[in-house]
């Protein structure tokens, strides 16, 4: 993994509770006592009011909430995270973030929104970022760092 400049040697690299909030609003009646108990003991508490999440402690839980709502073999895993993200994503756009996002992105265009995608992949942790690369009118590659 590569660190993200904007983050000290000193600092442990987290994920921002506004993921917790947008996988409660993405998967709400999904997340039942016992799907909550099995990220738990993975590290992931989805129910604890934290600022951040260790990185740490978040990917295990998280992986096992993407299998779990989305299930399936390890041919489609692909396909599964995918889909997993899709349904993220319409739930965190639901959260006060994701909102901001959103909107602004309506705002100003696809294009600028995706110009600027290094602002809002760090609205998500502090050890991420993303660069977009205009290839054309209607393209653009977009590299995230981790």
Do not use: W
Not at 56 to 76: I, K, M, R
């Amino acid at each position: 993994c590569q660190q993200s400049a904007r983050m000290s040697a000193a600092e442990e690299p987290v994920v921002f509770s506004s993921i917790i909030e947008g996988a409660h609003r993405a998967f709400g009646a999904q997340l039942t006592p016992e799907l909550r108990e099995r990220v738990r003991t993975l590290g992931l508490d989805l129910d604890a009011k934290r600022a951040a999440y260790p990185v740490n402690e978040f990917l295990p839980g998280f992986v096992a909430l993407a299998d779990a709502v989305v299930p399936g073999d390890d041919a489609s895993r692909p396909a599964r995270l995918r889909e997993f993200g899709h349904q993220f994503m319409n739930g965190f756009a639901r959260t006060a973030i994701g909102t901001a996002v959103f909107t602004m992105a309506r705002t100003i265009g696809i294009r600028r929104a995706m110009e600027r995608i290094g602002r809002n992949v760090r609205t998500t942790g502090n050890f991420m970022d993303a660069t977009c690369d205009v290839r054309a009118p209607n393209e653009v590659l977009i590299t995230v760092f981790v």
